[in-house]
């Protein structure tokens, strides 16, 4: 670790509530930001900008062109090079704070990773975009004992939440049960403004600071409306027959209620996750599937492109259909090109 400049954090130094102390506080602690997408990129900047020492950025997804109108760590070359975004998003914050530890995870969270993916962290910051792996956090914080801050953001709308285990409401307190599909408005169907991730990222920034720095998170829960320009923190208490946070029943960490198929957001696209980890050779399944279709690898992921759709392949297995929301349809794919 180079000797560590305070200089440039000088500004936030002067902020008394921070102080030098807060500042040393900052410098030695961890924190892990779940997604790399509108919320995590604004997030992940500010948090490297303000001396956090370790960070650990974990994404599924690479980046694409649709991306930066509100994914403020990448550019068009990332999109160009369908970089990860885990690896994107290291690549430019270690130039703009060389003197802090970040560490790019390409993964889905998944209740067979997500206690690993957590674990050591001081506190952990939500920027997915599904409610079944903020439940998923939920569980795993909690049983960490590790707080951490909820986020989502759509339309022009947003929420943020902060957690403590053993001291806050948790995410179930608010939401047991997950609506069906279809049943909520989705950034498909309403899109949404850059102006709400960037605010709902800084909310959330600001009650990390917090947290790291001693201090007590803001209670309840935040509502807000940048087009109705409206912020309303309503009261939220725990509940006593809260399954996660009263009685311990982790739920969506025991996998009962992950799909492993997923339609992902806004995308045209469904993802699969085989059931087991497997390793797969990228190299070798490119030279399987090139007779097939038009096939290119960059060294992280494979893509083909058949039938009007395109397979988008990870080393471990994962996989991304593009050009349908159709769930069986994308299986179907995934076996006939990758295997079962
Ligand atoms: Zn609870």
Redesign the pocket.
Known sequence: MPERNMERYSRQILFQPIGKQGQERLLTSRVAVIGQGALGTVIADHLARAGVGSLTLVDRDFVELSNLQRQTLFDEEDARNRLPKAIAATQKLARVNSEIEIHPVIADVTPRNVEELIAGADLVMDATDNLETRLLLNDACLKAGIPWIYGGAIGSSGVVMSIVPGST?????LIDEPPPPGALPSCDTVGVLNATTAVVASIQTAEALKLLTGHAPAAGVLYLDVWEGTFDRMPLE??PD?P???QGQYEYLAGQRIAWTTVLCGRNAVQIVPPDERGISLEELERRLRPIGRVTYNGFLLSLEVDGRELVIFPNGRAIIKGTTDEAEARTLYARYVGT
């Open positions: 409401p948790c995410l179930r307190c725990r509940r809260c996660a946070c009263a």
